[in-house]
């Protein structure tokens, strides 16, 4: 096997029995590479037009040195992380309650369509609990479209969006960048 080159920056959403499901989604996410850097965990409001039925959510970043491609990640790896947690995804509610949502929010500096899923995820721009988690793993990545600093982009949606830190939460490993320059 080659030596993993690829850095998949990976969202993970839960907001039923998150304490659980977000390490278990770090951990199935080590199986498929080497994690080199985790975010704190961040509690923010359920979003959408029904979420008022929805318990708050607890929200991550993981940066994954990986050697899958952008589509086995996003096709294959996703898909089996939440499958072994218990998604179920309801099609007339994107935004309905879930075990775990992992999303491929950035690989490497590409800009990707991969299915339906477009990357960099374009929710990086307008959610704070995107963006916030992804700037804690690595705040000086430049964003290939806007080509701004993650640091920039989640400090600016971070001041008008309601989110706070949870230091309950632990994901089980360290959680800050360790070669997000290398």
């Known amino acids: 096997m ?3 080159e690829n850095r998949a920056y990976l969202s993970l959403g839960s907001n039923i029995d998150a304490e659980h499901n977000l390490p278990a989604a770090v951990r199935e996410l080590a199986v498929f590479g080497r994690i080199l850097a985790v975010s704190r965990v961040w509690e923010s ?3 959408g037009s029904d979420s008022r039925h929805a318990g708050n ?5 993981v940066l994954l040195r990986t050697e899958f491609s952008a589509e086995i990640v996003c096709d294959v790896v ?4 939440e499958k072994r947690l218990g998604r ?7 935004n309905a309650p879930r ?4 999303d491929l929010s950035f690989f490497n500096a590409e800009i990707l369509t991969i299915g339906h899923h477009r990357i960099p995820d ?6 704070a609990f995107v963006a916030v988690p992804l700037a804690e793993v690595d705040p000086g990545y430049v964003h290939p479209v806007v080509q701004r600093q993650l640091k920039e982009i989640a400090d600016e949606l971070a001041a008008g969006q309601r989110l706070w830190p ?6 089980g490993v360290k959680s800050s960048v360790t070669e997000s320059s290398q």
């Open 166 to 171: 949870r230091g309950d939460v632990a994901l």
């Open 78 to 81: 996703v898909g089996k992380i």
């Open 99 to 102: 075990t775990i949502d992992v």
């Open 122 to 127: 374009p929710a990086i721009l307008t959610r």
């Open 2 to 4: 080659s030596s993993p």
């Open 88 to 94: 179920v995804r309801d099609p007339d509610d994107k």
């Open 45 to 47: 409001p359920p979003f």
């Open 57 to 61: 959510f607890l929200n991550a970043a």
